[in-house]
């Protein structure tokens, strides 16, 4: 495995972004709105995957062998306790006897392994608002109840979180609303976002008068926190 250049990320991102409007205008089997949903989204995959090559192998010198990536769903089951709270013999019964078989399949779009152990869940996101952030904090709880990990990462292109996620000012303040959502759960969700200035609904990077320049330092600035969170598995 050969992490990419920073630079390179930055080619892929420019030639998306400023070709995906022509090419949504010009498909006509597929909807202008799901080609640039698909192609934002698989871009971000891309990038997140890039960078944590780049803190694994180039930043932290660790052998690309045992680092590997996938967005494969995982089960969690019935909640311990949970029959207790249904009134219903029968279907308090039917919970009991089948609890085995009823699950739920989820994940996250990026989930790096070390060694064959999941250590870094990461949703990746065009862009979130508060809305948004709420399921992708319910997520990061189902991923600690399933697996044990708290600490879970966001990176997104751009923010509609309000506050400061959008400027890289070295240090992050938020914004109320994500606070209070962050809060009320027993989770380490940490953001990360590309794309200096909040995104607005009106305004699409996609097109050229309004396009936002992906740099080095923003992608520097992730590297560093995925280095960060995977240096506990040097070896």
């Not at 013999?89 to 152990?117: C, M, P, Q, S, W």
């Not at 959502?181 to 940490?190: F, G, K, Q, R, T």
Request: charged share 30%; with cysteine.
């Amino acid at each position: 495995m050969s992490p990419q250049r920073l630079d390179t990320i930055i080619k892929d991102y420019e030639k998306l972004v400023k070709g995906i409007n022509q090419e949504a205008i010009n498909n006509e089997d597929r909807a202008y709105g799901g080609i640039i949903r698909a192609g934002k989204g698989k871009l971000v995959e891309s990038i997140t995957q890039a960078l944590v090559e780049i803190a694994w192998i180039t930043v932290l010198k660790q052998d690309p062998n045992r680092l590997r990536t996938d967005k494969n769903k995982m089960k969690i089951g019935i909640k311990e306790g949970y029959e207790n709270k249904i009134k219903n013999n029968a279907v308090r019964e039917y919970i009991n006897l089948n609890r085995d078989k009823l699950f739920y399949r989820f994940g996250t779009d990026v989930h790096v392994y070390i060694d064959d152990k999941l250590v870094l869940p990461i949703e990746c996101k065009a862009y979130t608002e508060n809305a948004m952030l709420k399921r992708i904090l319910f997520d990061a709880v189902l991923m600690k109840e399933a697996k044990g990990i708290n600490k879970y990462f966001l990176l997104q292109l751009e923010s509609q979180l309000g506050g400061d996620y959008s400027k890289h000012n070295g240090i992050t303040y938020g914004s109320a609303s994500t606070h209070v959502l962050m809060s009320h759960v027993n989770v380490d969700l940490e953001i990360i976002t590309l794309l200096e200035g909040e995104r607005k609904v009106d305004r699409p990077i996609h097109k050229a008068e309004y396009y936002k320049p992906l740099t080095v330092e923003s992608l520097n600035y992730a590297v560093n926190v995925f280095s960060d969170a995977l240096k506990y598995y040097i070896k």
